[in-house]
């Protein structure tokens, strides 16, 4: 990053801790988190699977490139900010999630924040997660604690100042994180695609602080990497048929013949390859329908 963006990135971040602090201050948090009870509800590990394939989890999580150990993290995600690498979310209970208590780990995955009270980095797409249903989110740690424990430690984050600081965190939720926000489709497509799928994190434009101001699936500019990404409203896919959709989701395949290639094909692997028929059908349905975009 240049000098002046650096500048520019440190006086917004001066002011998002500002308006950060001032939200603690004046009460104003997630009515959800707040009244958090998940006392009555009992997981269903086989539900729980299926929910860490909507929800993108083996992917991120995987270092499986490397060789990594299954959800044992260190991925490495690098960005304009600097790099940052996916956490150890197997059941370990030192360097993983393992003694994690249920409401905690409900916490960080709807608001972003760790069982010590950290923010964490919108890398973790809490802000996709935070629509997720309580029961949902009970399976998936119920599935999560079946997961083989690895020892292994996640590298330190590499970014930038003030980045580096998570409190920064907090100005950056003030400004660009509604912890309740609600989707607006009662449909099963839409409702992957906004929530535990998370397509926006990645095909929604970002702003100079990697605000998603407008969670439009228009592509963006500076994705994963560095890498663009295309964009997946019904106008960019005009000439993809319904087939075309639920086979790409399946497999990968593009319409022309060829194949996805980066990131996506980590996610059709490990996540909408997995997916039911009826599920791929759905998100198909919903992409192609202009509903999220135009």
Same mark, same amino acid.
């Given at each position: 990053?240049?000098?002046?963006?650096?500048?520019?990135?440190?006086?917004?971040?001066?002011?998002?801790?500002?308006?950060?602090?001032?939200?603690?201050? !004046? &009460?104003?948090?997630?009515?959800?988190?707040?009244?958090?009870?998940?006392?009555? @509800?009992? #997981?269903?590990?086989? $539900? +729980? =699977?299926?929910?860490?394939?909507?929800?993108?989890?083996?992917?991120?999580?995987?270092?499986?490139?490397?060789?990594?150990?299954?959800?044992?993290?260190?991925?490495?995600?690098?960005?304009?900010?600097?790099?940052?690498?996916?956490?150890?979310?197997?059941?370990?209970?030192? !360097? &993983?999630?393992?003694?994690?208590?249920?409401?905690?780990?409900?916490?960080?995955? @709807?608001? #972003?924040?760790?069982? $010590? +009270? =950290?923010?964490?980095?919108?890398?973790?797409?809490?802000?996709?997660?935070?629509?997720?249903?309580?029961?949902?989110?009970?399976?998936?740690?119920?599935?999560?604690?079946?997961?083989?424990?690895?020892?292994?430690?996640?590298?330190?984050?590499?970014?930038?100042?003030?980045?580096?600081?998570?409190?920064?965190?907090?100005?950056?939720?003030?400004?660009?994180?509604?912890?309740?926000?609600?989707?607006?489709?009662?449909?099963?497509?839409?409702?992957?695609?906004?929530?535990?799928?998370?397509?926006?994190?990645?095909?929604?434009?970002?702003?100079?602080?990697?605000?998603?101001?407008?969670?439009?699936?228009?592509?963006?500019?500076?994705?994963?990497?560095?890498?663009?990404?295309?964009?997946?409203?019904?106008?960019?896919?005009?000439?993809?048929?319904?087939?075309?959709?639920?086979?790409?989701?399946?497999?990968?395949?593009?319409?022309?013949?060829?194949?996805?290639?980066?990131?996506?094909?980590?996610?059709?692997?490990?996540?909408?390859?997995?997916?039911?028929?009826?599920?791929?059908?759905?998100?198909?349905?919903?992409?192609?329908?202009?509903?999220?975009?135009?």
């Amino acid at each position: 990053m240049t000098a002046r963006v650096l500048t520019r990135v440190a006086a917004l971040l001066v002011l998002a801790v500002v308006v950060g602090y001032w939200v603690v201050a !004046t &009460g104003l948090h997630s009515e959800r988190v707040a009244s958090l009870d998940l006392s009555s @509800l009992t #997981g269903d590990t086989r $539900e +729980g =699977e299926y929910v860490a394939h909507t929800a993108g989890c083996v992917a991120c999580h995987t270092d499986a490139s490397n060789g990594g150990s299954f959800l044992a993290g260190g991925v490495a995600f690098n960005t304009p900010f600097g790099t940052l690498y996916s956490p150890n979310i197997t059941s370990d209970s030192r !360097t &993983g999630i393992g003694d994690w208590s249920l409401t905690e780990f409900a916490t960080a995955m @709807l608001a #972003g924040v760790s069982p $010590e +009270g =950290e923010h964490y980095y919108p890398a973790f797409p809490y802000t996709s997660y935070s629509v997720m249903s309580d029961q949902e989110l009970v399976d998936l740690k119920a599935w999560l604690d079946t997961v083989e424990p690895v020892s292994q430690v996640t590298p330190r984050h590499d970014l930038v100042w003030p980045l580096s600081n998570r409190s920064s965190m907090l100005g950056w939720k003030a400004l660009f994180f509604d912890p309740d926000r609600e989707i607006q489709t009662t449909d099963r497509g839409g409702y992957l695609v906004n929530g535990p799928g998370h397509c926006a994190e990645c095909h929604a434009s970002r702003n100079r602080l990697g605000g998603v101001a407008d969670r439009a699936l228009v592509g963006n500019l500076r994705g994963p990497d560095g890498q663009s990404v295309p964009g997946i409203t019904a106008s960019d896919l005009r000439n993809w048929t319904q087939e075309d959709m639920e086979l790409f989701l399946e497999v990968g395949i593009l319409p022309d013949g060829d194949f996805s290639g980066g990131h996506m094909t980590d996610v059709i692997e490990y996540s909408t390859g997995l997916l039911t028929l009826e599920d791929r059908q759905a998100i198909a349905r919903y992409l192609l329908s202009g509903a999220n975009g135009s």
